[in-house]
């Protein structure tokens, strides 16, 4: 649901590269091709992609985690039945992306180390608290709406297989942003209670989501190589200030504030204008100490642990299909 690079800093690769093979690649790139697992590319290309995949996948199975504490809670049997599909899909988002990064070279087993000791990372927003019933609305409406600002230009991803993997992905995610941003208006349309739970959630969500866009373009060292290798084809500014314009008259819609005193809509830039993040925080959250970070890592492998027997059996399996076919030749 994610994709945003929270490194911080690009390795420069020191193998040298053929100049002639770095320039084709480099044409093909500016021409809009794809490219494809075996084809040439520059190593630090390879590592930017694998990098950035891999922490998208993470993101969509950590993502399962605020949701899935809600299911057993949903308020009647169509939003159970809505919130299991949306969080089943986020999964099915996690195993597309770590197929796409496996054919880079890595393996889904060295992805899953590393982001369960805390190498790898994932989105800050999973590492808040699903408090009530209204922060499913809010996720759905605001965190899967960033994410479809985030992965709609990154359908022309130049690395084939991602771009395929977020073909799908977007059609689903549309689907999470009307889902909760349904859950909102009715909230909204309810009692004033309810529409104060919703109010509460947006307060709450609102400024963590404009956090998913990641740090400032003016301190993000990766955006202008990634741009020119057209592995990102916005800047995170650029994103945010997309998702901020789409997302304010949505929330004047249903009768909801911004909690943003700054915000306003500036005639002469054609955008609304928004108050300062807090970076601070975010970049807490991202050293891993966010408000729920231990138990969402707690869970993500204790989860992993108490599967490990399926996954022994289907190998198993397939192994034993694979002798008996062997013998039958
Ligand atoms: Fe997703
Ligand atoms: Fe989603």
């Not at 070279?105 to 800050?124: C, F, P, V």
């Not at 771009?163 to 689907?175: D, G, H, L, N, W």
Request: one cysteine or more; a negative charge.
């Amino acid at each position: 649901m994610y994709t945003t690079d929270l490194s911080g800093k690009q390795q420069a690769d020191k193998i040298a590269e053929d100049p002639a093979l770095v320039a084709a690649f480099e044409a093909r790139v500016a021409n809009d091709d794809f490219i494809e697992p075996k084809d040439w590319m520059p190593e630090a290309y390879r590592k930017t992609l694998v990098r950035q995949i891999s922490q998208h996948a993470h993101s969509e199975i950590v993502g399962m985690l605020p949701e899935g504490n809600w299911i057993t809670r949903a308020p009647n049997l169509r939003r159970k039945a809505i919130l299991l599909a949306k969080v089943q899909d986020e999964g099915g988002h996690g195993l597309y992306l770590y197929c796409a990064a496996e054919t880079l070279g890595t393996s889904r087993q060295q992805m899953i180390e590393a982001l369960h000791s805390g190498k790898a990372k994932y989105s800050t927003i999973f590492n808040y608290p699903t408090l009530t019933w209204a922060d499913i609305g809010a996720i759905g409406w605001l965190v899967d709406g960033a994410a479809i600002m985030n992965q709609v230009p990154l359908q022309r991803t130049s690395y084939g297989p991602y771009a395929r993997a977020m073909v799908r992905i977007c059609k689903e995610e549309s689907f999470h942003q009307r889902q909760g941003y349904e859950i909102m208006m009715a909230l909204c349309a309810g009692t004033k209670d309810q529409k104060r739970m919703a109010q509460d959630a947006l307060d709450r969500w609102w400024w963590p989501s404009l956090m998913m866009f990641g740090p400032p373009d003016d301190n993000s060292p990766n955006t202008a190589q990634s741009i020119r290798w057209r592995i990102k084809r916005e800047t995170n500014d650029e994103l945010r200030q997309k998702f901020v314009d789409v997302t304010v008259p949505q929330a004047e819609a249903i009768g909801l504030k911004v909690p943003d005193p700054a915000l306003s809509w500036n005639d002469a830039r054609g955008h609304y204008d928004f108050g300062d993040i807090d970076w601070d925080e975010f970049y807490a959250v991202v050293r891993g100490e966010g408000l729920v970070a231990k138990e969402r890592m707690t869970a993500r492998i204790q989860a992993w642990e108490d599967g490990a027997w399926v996954r022994e059996a289907a190998q198993a399996h397939a192994m034993k299909r694979e002798a008996a076919k062997l013998a039958a030749e």
